[in-house]
């Protein structure tokens, strides 16, 4: 995991879910440690999205569940920047 990639998506994390930035770790639940529902996985998802110039199918994004899972597939699949 780049830190740069895992930055940029802590930094959105943060601000679409208002939650502290120390309450988010590569192993944070979206919705268990983060109290995401799911329009802000939504939200999350489409925010994702605009940063890392991909598309997060709807069967991938159900797939996406940890701040980790998010990192590993942005990784794979966000065009170079």
């Known amino acids: 995991m780049t830190a740069s990639t895992y930055d940029r998506l802590k ?3 943060v ?5 502290d930035e120390e309450e988010v770790k590569a192993e944070s639940s979206f919705v268990d ?3 995401a529902d ?3 996985l939504v939200e999350l998802i489409m925010s994702l999205e605009e940063e890392f110039g ?3 199918s709807d069967e991938d994004a159900e797939k ?4 980790q899972d998010a ?6 699949h966000a065009s170079p920047a």
């Open 11 to 13: 930094k959105i994390v």
């Open 15 to 19: 601000e679409q879910l208002g939650v």
């Open 33 to 35: 440690d983060l109290n």
């Open 38 to 40: 799911s329009l802000d």
């Open 54 to 56: 991909t598309e997060i």
């Open 64 to 67: 996406i569940r940890t701040v």
């Open 71 to 76: 990192v590993d597939y942005i990784e794979e």
